[in-house]
């Protein structure tokens, strides 16, 4: 029986492995990809730290993170982010994290949106992927135990407790039973419902939180999703929130500026929103910027402009639109990010409420979330397991075998993969930036209607080894189950607030 197990090996997963590793405990990792494809690595504009004590301070961020959370985040919360944040850099930069330097040698820094000050500390644009690598391959060093391409199928809880969970060898086609004495989900968020309308990554379907949810914990504040103003608009492809921190503009088809392009990106993402609607392209304009700052600064940007738009922003306009990118909802902690309701069970990263983001992330806090509170909550669950004798009494793993071979029984008269395209659509025009309860009601009904039709949309392959068609049928299952609750928590909550904006309360 291993001490931790993880779920997850995005930086949150990771940085807890090698907080928990250096503390003696016995780590374990399991990851339905390889760490290098995390999420993580689309974060690129940079981590915030205050560094600078003559410009900025712990106080103007804790008041930046809190004033951009449309004061419904958790002031402690906030604090302990914020004050550690300084300490985060400091261990990142001791493991090898490669950030880009001023002249006189000190980490550089960039004002993102939302911020009042040059807050976040960046490698270029790369700063996620730089991280994430880093990560990485300081764990393989370490000797960190990973189950890449294991699929989270269920949690393990008996009378309350968090004994492990049930996966699925992708490879293989093996359904295993892993024991551990504390798990930790660190899963991501849940923004592939927004399929083909998102910034993330097909796999980012929520797994975590459907495990949580089914195994008796909760979920919370589902509702809000953040919009990133500049995606490109042919491919949803992000184009960080960098090259506005580095000056660049916003314009319409007339050349306009119409919006402050460093106001909090639910503010941006609705004035763009908006430009749309009244029949105006938009584009991220950085041609000023000139060819040798843009190279230096943003050649991520130039590249994948180059690659999915097939231009070249150091000469042309960037065309863009606001897509879904962040879900600042999801699993209910406490403040030791223990799960409610599951006792040795623990969240941490996206997938987690830890109540530091509210209704509107401050850009630049997600990378400080995953390793300030990785390592806070690689403490927690050292702590949790101290003297503890967790023993299994059960074997759970015949009914979760039964559940995956009634999904080979199903029909495939209905293609899902279709249904997950319409399923994104849908959510981006009636779940999106603008929201009103016709629209949210008529996308319940929707959901609903492809629930009662699921047994018809089955896999094609009914092979055990390496199917890949089963996985992503598990991926929309999980994706139509958190749908459901995202929709119904929209509805609920009749107030506009944040990235949850219902023009009809207005």
């Not at 929103?273 to 843009?294: A, N, P, T, W």
């Amino acid at each position: 029986m291993v001490d931790i197990l993880i779920i997850g090996a995005g930086g949150a997963g990771l940085t807890t492995a090698l907080f928990a590793k250096s503390m003696g405990a016995s780590v374990l990792v399991v990851n339905k990809n390889y760490p290098t494809n995390s999420q993580t690595a689309m974060a690129q504009g940079g981590i915030n730290a205050s560094l600078d004590k003559e410009s900025d301070s712990i106080e103007a961020h804790i008041e930046d993170t809190l004033k951009s959370s449309k004061g419904l985040a958790d002031i402690e919360m906030i604090e302990e982010l914020c004050a550690n944040a300084p300490e985060a850099i400091e261990w990142l930069e001791s493991i090898g994290v490669p950030f880009s330097r001023t002249e006189d040698a000190k980490i550089a820094q960039r004002r993102l949106g939302g911020a009042s000050a040059n807050r976040a500390c960046y490698s270029q644009d790369y700063t996620g992927l730089k991280i994430l690598h880093t990560l990485y391959d300081t764990s393989l060093k370490e000797g960190i135990d990973f189950l890449d391409e294991h699929y989270l199928l269920d949690l393990i809880v008996e009378d309350g407790t968090a004994k492990g969970a049930i996966v699925l060898d992708i490879n293989s086609g093996e359904i295993k039973l892993i024991e551990a004495k504390s798990v930790i989900i660190a899963t991501g968020g849940y923004g592939g419902l927004y399929h083909n309308f998102t910034t993330n990554s097909y796999g980012s379907t929520g797994d975590g939180l459907v495990a949580v949810s089914k195994a008796g914990g909760k979920l919370s504040d589902m509702e809000f999703i953040q919009f990133h103003p500049t995606a490109l608009k042919g491919s949803s492809i992000l184009i960080s929130e960098s090259a506005r921190g580095e000056g660049g503009y916003l314009v319409n088809s007339k050349g306009d500026r119409f919006v402050d392009e460093l106001l909090p990106r639910d503010e941006v993402a609705r004035a763009i929103f908006y430009q749309i609607e009244s029949g105006e392209d938009v584009f991220l304009d950085i041609r000023h910027l000139g060819e040798e700052k843009i190279m230096e600064l943003l050649p991520q940007e130039v590249h994948l402009c180059q690659l999915h738009e097939n231009i070249n922003p150091i000469e042309q306009l960037i065309p863009i639109k606001p897509v879904a990118h962040y879900t600042m909802g999801g699993i209910s902690v406490d403040k030791n990010l223990s799960i409610d309701g599951i006792d040795g069970a623990f969240a941490v990263g996206e997938c987690s409420n830890a109540k530091v983001h509210g209704a509107n992330r401050l850009g630049g806090n997600s990378l400080l979330e995953l390793i300030v509170f990785g390592k806070k909550v690689a403490i927690g669950a050292i702590e949790y397991i101290k003297d503890k004798n967790i023993e299994l009494k059960s074997n759970p793993i015949e009914d979760t075998k039964a559940k995956i071979e009634k999904i080979y029984s199903y029909k495939s008269e209905i293609n899902f993969y279709q249904e997950q395209n319409r399923l994104g659509e849908l959510f981006y025009n009636r779940a999106g930036i603008i929201r009103e309860k016709t629209s949210l009601d008529s996308l319940l009904k929707e959901i609903e209607s492809i629930e009662k039709n699921i047994e018809l949309m089955g896999v094609g392959d009914k092979s055990k080894e390496s199917n890949t068609n089963l996985i992503d049928f598990l991926e929309f299952l999980n994706s139509l189950s958190l749908a459901k609750i995202v929709v119904e928590s929209a509805i609920a909550n009749k107030k506009s607030v944040g990235a949850h904006f219902r023009v009809d309360s207005l």
